[in-house]
């Protein structure tokens, strides 16, 4: 059973958004892990000490709420509208301000809400995790995208529209 285009394309959208949540979670786990009191978390019991921790039903409410909230910070920076035809500093550019909106609301909320994990450096730390995180991952899903392209695999047909010179090198620069 062949799924039609549009349902297709909407698939793929609702998996980008989950992947980019999970790259956001992972990036939240992965800092909290090298900002812990355990200096040992580079050994095999360093990592099960990490996760032997105790979590208050607060904190696990916002942590989840908080990689939530990230959904609609990635929407409004415009990340899940078609990307093929922009430039990758463009997508790089959307991607450092949505974690610039998503990052900054946690500087003053370590300390409204007494949040340990995300002391001095922390929050800096996250930024750039969650910022090289989201990079790295648009990057590889562009490179399997162009490849499933140029096997035929599209969801959307483009129409070029001008003359036969225009058209020509629209194409040429389109095909780099």
């Not at 990490?50 to 696990?60: A, D, K, M, Q």
Request: without cysteine; charged residues 20%.
């Amino acid at each position: 059973m062949t799924l039609p285009a549009y349902q297709r394309r909407r698939f793929l959208l609702t998996a980008l958004q989950f992947i980019d949540l999970a790259v956001v979670a992972v990036s939240l786990v992965f800092t909290m892990v090298l900002v812990s009191d355990e200096t040992t978390v580079t050994t095999v019991n360093g990592w099960l000490s990490f996760l032997e921790i105790r979590l208050s039903l607060g904190n696990v409410l916002f942590g989840l709420s908080y990689v939530l909230a990230w959904n609609p910070i990635l929407r409004l920076n415009r990340l899940y509208y078609s990307q093929r035809l922009a430039t990758a500093t463009r997508e790089i550019g959307s991607i450092a301000l949505a974690v610039a909106i998503g990052v900054l609301p946690l500087l003053p909320l370590r300390r409204l809400l007494d949040l340990d994990g995300l002391r001095h450096g922390a929050v800096e730390l996250f930024a750039v995790t969650v910022f090289l995180g989201l990079v790295v991952e648009r990057r590889v899903l562009r490179l399997i995208a162009q490849q499933l392209r140029a096997r035929g695999r599209n969801l959307r047909q483009i129409l070029f529209v001008g003359d036969e010179r225009e058209r020509d090198w629209l194409n040429a620069l389109l095909a780099r």
